[in-house]
């Protein structure tokens, strides 16, 4: 037998590689590991990296700086289940890191990571790459991306999966996605709202919270809240709140119920089922303030539509808001009086809160917080709206007080609502006249100054309900209210330029006041709006026109038209027609101006300062019509003798001197002479002596600076207004007293002059000449012996002024002017038992004096255009 021969071991193949186990205590060397082409070494890497990702987020930050973010990126779609499974794990911890998720942003992986959540892959898979999408989802951009690579659709899968976490991530991604209004239009779509509703039906309160909060922004729109509705989701939600061990979950079961009340189908479904009286009383008993505050937001949510605050008074919901102003929570008291600002919508709830409700907001406006103060604020400001009884219950409150001191305030909203509540009060003369005691003028002025477009508009409303009398008016002067009251007129809101043009209205029923406010340039600036088409309104053209009217100089060269109730006074003058924008010179400076070759300035004036003081007898003679007609006691005497003469007579003729300046005093003067001591005086001492009567300064204290200016006085003037006194004011018919006062005029004024010779009538050499010798181009209407159209309507217009005769002043075309008078023609017939309406006349002061031409008829408008 032979020998056996021992089998040799064959080598190893030369081109095979020995195994080797590596055991590595630096991440940077696993890192490398993630670009082995072995699965084995892939799987262990990865696990090794998890292990040490979950440690902190230092150790992110690390693994972010060796680069293991890119590598592991393709890792998410290898071949290998358990690299894959190890990689998503990995992603679901980084992605917490905002820098990580910036590069997996640019790595745009977002498609990856949602093929995860694919219904054959493994529960880990779900749970981790659900992990990292809820992660990601809580920037903006990242929403963008899940969005668009489809992420919302198995993520709405996966509330279903048996795991809580895969649930829990779930629930939260889709949470952050429907903050975006495109994904809860998808999310309707996908009907996802059943599969959210049974998640309160979880174990982990973590789950449910998230659920909620999901609902609670889903249910903003109203086709969701119709699919919450239809899937009877109202049921587990009234549930949680009967539940008292879920306590923790009601404050966000109020907000989705909050959302579900502004739904009325939803409101008549809650009704019915009893859930809205639970949810009052729920409110009313609770002593969590979140949770009242919450029910309290409900309620005002819900109010908003009328036919819920009518639901919410059946159910007598004021009760529970009273309730709810007491408490100690600041946040309650604020909704509490929200709700109250809407419910007020409700006449039968504002009636309510006015024995109950009002004493308490009153106290509220004395709280130390400000939103207490400003939600107090506009709950009164709803409640005293077009309801006086209200506005009596809290200035029996003592609210006057709290209010005016709320003016105050560091909130826009507080001042702005404070201020509403006052206008409502003011609208009340009792209770204007108590907040007029309570300083409000000055209370007023920072809200004037405010920034706030609000708070300038409802200010200046306030001043314009609270200065209705000249006292409160001159103390809002005083107080330096007006400065800022004409600066928002220059406001580019529409509104403040409303209502500050509102307030001018009122404040210009003073003529001081109107002075004032032309004098800060209200006139110009309300002149500037209204040539504008876009910033004009009818608040700014009645502020202008009211400001106009105690400018009557003004307004007559601008609009060429002076109605009957604008009385003419003393100082008024015309200088002709002027286009708006263009500034119109004061008497003043008209009258120091030399004389030139434009139209002259007419002058009213019957204040005649110049002649000794009048006696006892003189004054009592005077005042028979109510004005005090200050002149001398030689124009008395002449004015006795022209009377006892027949010179009285407003139709009898009268010489004139040719001069053209005779004067009362140069009448006077002449009718004396026979009486008078001295008769032995040379004529040339005479002549002398009755030119330095006649030459009355023009200007009182003229080479006297230190003495005040003071207008042209015009004795011939203050004699027409005594005789029409006399002797045209105790005419009882009113078409008589026109006729003989047009007839006066016309006499003043040259007489009759026949159409055809008008050409011939030399007006303008007098008016030359008149201009030459006073030295100015500012002439007395009184000194004006041959008048034109434009000359006699102003005189008839400023002696009917006089005597009460009501006329217009309207000035046409190439000199021409008129008077329109209202008469009533007995002779037409109007409706039964009612006289017919006044017709409107013109007077004849040329061709006809006296004559009454019918505004639309041939005669008429001959006489204003021919």
Known sequence: MGKKIKKEVEPPPKDVFDPLTIESKKAATVVLMLNSPEEEILAKACEAIYRFALKGEENKATLLELGAVEPLTKLLTHEDKIVRRNATMIFGILASNNDVKKLLRELDVMNSVIAQLAPEEEVVIHEFASLCLANMSAEYTSKVQIFEHGGLEPLIRLLSSPDPDVK??????????????????????????????????????????????????????????????????????????????????????????????????????????????????????????????????????????????????????????????????????????????????????????????????????????????????????????????????????????????????????????????????AMQEPLRVSIQSHNIMHAIISPLRSANTIVQSKAALMVAATVCDVEARTELKNAGGLEPLVELLHSKNDEVRRHASWAVVVCANDELMATELSRLRALDILEEINLSVSRKNKFSEAAYNKLLNNNLPLKYSQTGYLSSCNIISDGFYDCGRINRGTKLLSLKELSLQEPNDQRAILLINSKYDVSP????????????????????????????????????????????????????????????????????????????????????????????????????????????????????????????????????????????????????FSWELHISELKFQLKSNVIPIGQIRKGIFYHRALLFKALADKIGIGCTLVRGEYGRAWNEVKLMDRSRKGVIGCLPPPETYIVDLMFHPGELMKLRSKEADLYRFL
């Open 168 to 425: 829990k991530n779930s629930i939260e991604c889709i949470y952050n996605l429907v903050q975006d209004f495109q994904c809860r239009t998808t999310l309707q779509e996908l009907n996802a709202i059943p599969s959210i509703l049974d998640l309160l039906k979880s174990e982990y309160p973590i789950i449910q919270l998230l659920a909620l909060k999901t609902l609670g922004v889903i249910t903003n729109d109203k086709e969701s809240r119709a699919m919450l509705r239809d899937n009877q989701g109202l049921d587990p939600l009234i549930k949680i709140l009967e539940t008292k061990e879920l306590n923790d979950l009601h404050i966000e079961v109020l907000s989705v119920i909050a959302n579900c009340l502004e739904d009325m189908d939803t409101m008549v479904l809650i009704q019915q089922t009893g859930g809205l009286k639970k949810l009052l009383t729920f409110a009313e008993n609770s002593t969590i303030p979140d949770i009242q505050k919450n029910a309290a937001k409900a309620i005002t949510k819900a109010a908003y539509d009328p036919e819920n605050r009518k639901l919410f008074h059946e159910l007598e919901v004021e009760k529970c808001l009273v309730t709810l102003l007491g408490s100690e929570n600041d946040g309650t008291k604020i909704a509490a009086s929200q709700a109250i600002s809407a419910m007020c919508e409700n006449s039968g709830s504002k009636d309510f809160f006015n024995n109950q409700g009002i004493p308490q907001l009153i106290q509220l406006l004395k709280s130390d917080n400000d939103e207490v103060r400003e939600a107090a604020a506009l709950a009164l400001a709803n409640l005293t709206t077009c309801h006086p009884a209200n506005a009596n219950a809290a200035a029996e409150a003592d609210g006057i007080d709290s209010l005016i001191n709320t003016l105050s305030s560091k909130r826009d909203g507080a001042v702005a609502n404070a201020a509403t509540v006052l206008t409502n009060m």
């Open 613 to 760: 003081p009048l006696s006892m007898e003189d004054k009592s003679s005077d005042i028979g019509y109510g004005r005090s007609i200050s002149s001398s006691s030689s124009l008395r005497r002449a004015s006795k003798e022209k009377t006892s003469a027949g010179v009285g007579s407003p139709t009898e003729e009268k010489s004139e001197p040719t001069s053209g300046r005779n004067t009362v005093l140069s009448k006077s003067a002449t009718k004396e002479k026979g009486s008078r001591k001295g008769r032995g005086k040379k004529e040339e001492e005479k002549v002398k002596e009755e030119e330095e009567v006649l030459s009355v300064p023009k200007i009182t204290g003229e080479g006297s600076p230190d003495k005040e200016w003071c207008p042209p006085s015009d004795p011939d003037f203050c004699l027409y207004v005594y005789e029409v006194t006399k002797t045209i004011l105790p005419i009882t018919n009113m078409k008589e007293q026109i006729e003989a006062l047009a007839k006066y005029v016309a006499e003043r004024m040259g007489g009759h002059i026949p159409k055809e010779k008008l050409h011939e």
